[in-house]
């Protein structure tokens, strides 16, 4: 935790996890500063006036810096393994991600979707806040049919608001695909400047990757299909490697 996240206008925190972790990681005494947020607002500092196994206090405090801005960025995800999407879901908020739309995949397993870890998506996204320093929530949405899903609600994904009805670039990443990210971003940067062309919406298959029939379907409702090259790479690689991309513009 770099930042300890906190509801409007607290002045205490008792989460056990914080607590423990403001005496035991950061080794906290009373008049040491912390780095704190406030949860959809601003990060700053407070004093720590008492500290017990059970509650820290805190006055003085400061909130006076605004969160990082969000990647104007949508991520459509076929449903990995529970575990994984525990550790995606961190580094997207981590990273910046605006919204993460969760869909059902022909090898998405059907008992993923009953796990109870999927319960707990708010506290994998508070972590993601806490570990970046940022406050506001990664917005995320389940679409358990796929096909409904593209055909009746992806393409609103691609119309750019601030563009008078145009439509926005998609991709999606595929081993097999014809193009490279590489060749596709070349592209982009020679009609524009990099920022603009950077695609709003990123499709990424699970673990088995997508099958031809989701990438052909995504394909025809507005994304471009890229590879990252021969090899097969994680889920977890693959978000990391393309979401740089994003920092960079």
Known sequence: MNCILLPKNATSISDPEQVIHIKEVLKCQVGDSLTIGEIGGNIGKATITHINDNEVLLTDVTLDKKPPAKLDLTVVLALPRPKVLRRLIMDMTSLGVNKLIIVNSYRSQKSYWQSPLLNRIDEFVFEGLQQAIDTVPLVVEFKKRFKPFVEDEFPALLVDENAEGEQSH??????????????????????????????????????????????DLLCQHGCTSVSLGQRILRTETVVNVLLGHWLEA
């Open 170 to 215: 998609a991709v999606i990443a595929h081993p097999y695909a014809t193009q490279s990210w590489k060749t596709y971003l070349d592209i982009a940067k020679s009609k524009t400047n990099h920022k603009d062309t950077m695609p709003k919406v990123l499709c990424i298959g699970a673990e088995g990757g997508w099958i031809d029939y989701e990438v």
